[in-house]
């Protein structure tokens, strides 16, 4: 995540009133794009397992499971920003590192600052460390083969359930995993996600016609929620 572009955020809040009042805030703000929106934490927990969020912004009072109870389960937590009618979950919240805490009715100055939290951090870890660099190549396991594939052959990466497609001009090859997880692996600068179900290569992109991206004349999908990513992404003149 670079921190001039677009936050990716996550709504989870068992009421809809809620989920609808922050979300109107947020698109009042630039660089932040909401993906999705949970009603309840086991719902969040699938959708975070599937996709990669920069900012989860966290009701704690929910039916089946607190939002303090979903962070406890989290091995790799977003940014994440509690927001709650009560003060009273502030101690463990801060003690499972929880960014902010919002006390509901917020206002736009207020999740502004927050977010604002958010860039600040990810300015710092990013100072902290080099940049990501993609390689050159990989190795990917096959049935029982290991292959190597260059990595300026791959045109688009697909989910196929519990497994990802790789496409290259000639061939194609699946591998079991998770689109999130191997989006991980990849320089942001050369790979960006476009659907919830693609990542695609930057400088395999042709030409963008009525919401979908054309690779060697294959259309792919662009959804609404990471437009902005993509767009951020092709430096429009």
């Known amino acids: 995540m670079n921190a001039n572009g677009p936050l990716i955020c996550l709504l989870v809040d068992d009421n809809k009133v809620a989920r609808v009042i922050l979300k109107k805030i947020l698109l009042n703000i630039n660089n932040v794009n909401v993906v999705g929106e949970c009603e309840s934490a086991l719902e969040a927990k699938s959708f975070l397992e599937a996709n990669h969020v920069d900012i989860l912004f966290l009701d704690v009072e929910m039916p089946e499971m607190s939002g303090l109870d979903l962070l406890k389960l989290l091995p790799n937590r977003p940014h994440t920003i509690l927001t709650t009618a009560k003060e009273q979950y502030a101690v463990e919240a801060f003690e499972l590192n929880v960014l902010d805490y919002l006390v509901k009715p917020f206002t736009l100055t207020r999740v502004l600052a ?17 940049d990501a660099i993609t390689p050159k190549h990989l190795f990917i396991k096959e049935n029982k083969v290991i292959r190597k594939i260059n990595v300026d052959d791959i045109l688009w990466m697909e989910a196929k359930g519990d497994y990802v497609q790789f496409n ?18 990849f320089s942001p600068d050369k790979f960006v996600r476009v659907h919830r179900s693609y990542v695609i290569a930057i400088d395999k992109v042709e030409y963008i016609e009525n919401r979908l991206v054309y690779i060697k004349n294959q259309p792919i999908p662009v959804s609404e929620s990471y437009k902005d990513a993509l767009l951020a992404k092709l430096h429009l003149l």
């Open 168 to 185: 290259l001009p000639d061939k194609m090859y699946m591998v079991h995993g998770s689109l999130k997880t191997i989006e991980d692996k």
């Open 114 to 130: 927050a977010i604002d939290r958010v860039q600040e951090l990810i300015r710092f870890k990013q100072s902290q460390q080099p």
